[in-house]
């Protein structure tokens, strides 16, 4: 086939749009925003925590203090949003602020739009890492505005209920602690309170991983672990 200008637009626009971060969001997503008063994004907050906040957990249990932080977006229509990311806030609220020129004064609902517009700022800087977790922020951010104006829960949204029931499920580590509690020598403490509150999906790690070997060791490390094959 012979490929010309046009007929190359056509075949390799849809790909090229992906690449550069085309969403499809749920019809009664698009809906919703169609049928919601316009707003304007007016200011940005980056929210972090005390740094001898101990929550119990590799999230709030560092010197530093919790790992997670929280990108809050206020509205001319008195409307805030709220989105979560982690773990390193620092390096986020870092690309917040530099980023912050290509959301404040726009409309919270162009949930495509804006993602795909900083998306782009930093594709050919090969976008990732933080740029790519404070994005997530605001996204959820943004869909809390949604669901706010309209007064509807986010799964309705975000096209519905797909299950009635949706079972428990904990992950529990050293770093993931429950009450100062250690996996080896309080699996089953840990176990037990689990079971007592109705969660009966888990999963446990009782054994502890070994060190990591210097770089110019590597060659030992397999004798060390012993051989594997997958």
Not at 38 to 53: Q, V
Not at 112 to 125: F, L, P, S, V, Y
Not at 159 to 170: A, E, F, H
Request: glycine residues 12%; aromatic residues 6%.
């Amino acid at each position: 086939m012979r490929l010309n200008r046009r007929s190359f637009l056509k075949n390799t626009g849809s790909g090229c749009l992906a690449a550069l971060g085309r969403s499809r969001l749920p019809a009664a997503t698009r809906a919703t925003i169609e049928n919601t008063e316009p707003m304007k994004i007016t200011r940005i907050d980056a929210i972090t925590f005390r740094r001898d906040l101990h929550i119990g957990g590799g999230s709030g249990g560092s010197e530093d203090g919790a790992e997670f932080w929280w990108v809050r977006l206020h509205t001319d229509k008195g409307i805030d949003g709220m989105g979560e990311t982690y773990p390193f806030p620092q390096a986020e609220i870092g690309a917040l602020k530099e980023h912050a020129g290509l959301i404040v004064g726009r409309d919270p609902r162009d949930i495509d739009g804006i993602w795909r517009a900083m998306h782009i700022e930093g594709a050919m800087r090969t976008t990732g890492g933080a740029d790519m977790r404070m994005l997530s922020a605001i996204n959820m951010a943004q869909l809390d505005i949604l669901g706010q104006a309209t007064g509807l829960p986010l799964y309705r949204l975000l096209g519905g209920k797909t299950r009635s029931r949706v079972r428990v499920y904990n992950t529990t580590t050293d770093y993931w602690a429950i009450n100062d509690m250690k996996m080896g020598r309080d699996t089953m403490k840990i176990v037990r309170f689990l079971l007592d509150r109705g969660v009966t999906g888990m999963k446990i790690y009782p054994f502890e991983a070994p060190d990591p070997l210097p770089l110019d060791q590597g060659s030992g490390r397999r004798s060390a672990l012993g051989s594997r094959h997958t």
